[in-house]
T-cell receptor
Framework: GAGVSQSPRYKVAKRGQDVALRCDPISGHVSLFWYQQALGQGPEFLTYFQNEAQLDKSGLPSDRFFAERPEGSVSTLKIQRTQQEDSAVYLC????????????FGEGSWLTVV | AQKVTQAQTEISVVEKEDVTLDCVYETRDTTYYLFWYKQPPSGELVFLIRRNSFDEQNEISGRYSWNFQKSTSSFNFTITASQVVDSAVYFCALSPANTGNQFYFGTGTSLTVIP
């Protein structure tokens, strides 16, 4: 596609519910990233894929967060047993390759946990 | 440690004024990349510019210009003759070459251009 596409754009989840956020990167982009952005803050790194390999997941805040990219294209970020502190915008980004390349962001998935 | 500081939280200017957004970074890496992104209310981060650590030439693109100074670890962004459409949150980011393309963002500067 022309840009990074994310769905759903908005999600309201009840505390304890599981959610899945989808990211469709720019076609041909090898690297894919997930970031979390709290209100009034800059994006914080969660995890990074190169093709289907998850090379860095150091930013995932807890074991309730899980990301996958099984075929090296579309990625899903799953949050289990959501908590109120998980409320944030989840941004997906992609780039052609690694190291120093510009990353292009989607519009984000706005998650509110009530 | 990798860190980006945007000391200006909010700035308001009147249309047609020039405005400079400050960015100071910290890194021990010798090879790194610096970026500016614009985030309008829709939420998408829009790429504006990328510089590598070996290129200190200033750059101008239309009303936008960037001043990169390694001596002061700064990468400031100036908008000339601001317009209402420039109203957004602007983020500076650092990506050291050895971190697998991980980006470190500042907390952003919210710019409001008053008509």
């Amino acid at each position: 596609g022309a840009g990074v596409s994310q769905s759903p754009r908005y999600k309201v989840a009840k505390r304890g519910q599981d959610v899945a956020l989808r990211c469709d990167p720019i076609s041909g982009h090898v690297s894919l990233f997930w970031y979390q952005q709290a209100l009034g803050q800059g994006p914080e790194f969660l995890t990074y894929f190169q093709n289907e390999a998850q090379l860095d997941k150091s930013g995932l805040p807890s074991d309730r967060f899980f990301a996958e990219r099984p075929e090296g294209s579309v990625s899903t970020l799953k949050i289990q047993r959501t908590q109120q502190e998980d409320s944030a915008v989840y941004l997906c980004a992609s780039s052609l390759t690694a190291s120093g390349n510009t990353i292009y962001f989607g519009e984000g998935s706005w998650l509110t946990v009530v | 440690a990798q860190k980006v500081t945007q000391a200006q939280t909010e700035i308001s200017v009147v249309e047609k004024e020039d405005v400079t957004l400050d960015c100071v970074y910290e890194t021990r890496d010798t090879t790194y990349y610096l970026f500016w992104y614009k985030q309008p209310p829709s939420g998408e981060l829009v790429f504006l510019i990328r510089r590598n650590s070996f290129d200190e030439q200033n750059e101008i693109s239309g009303r936008y210009s960037w001043n990169f100074q390694k001596s002061t670890s700064s990468f400031n962004f100036t908008i000339t003759a601001s317009q209402v459409v420039d109203s957004a949150v602007y983020f500076c980011a650092l990506s050291p070459a050895n971190t697998g393309n991980q980006f470190y963002f500042g907390t952003g500067t919210s710019l409001t251009v008053i008509p």
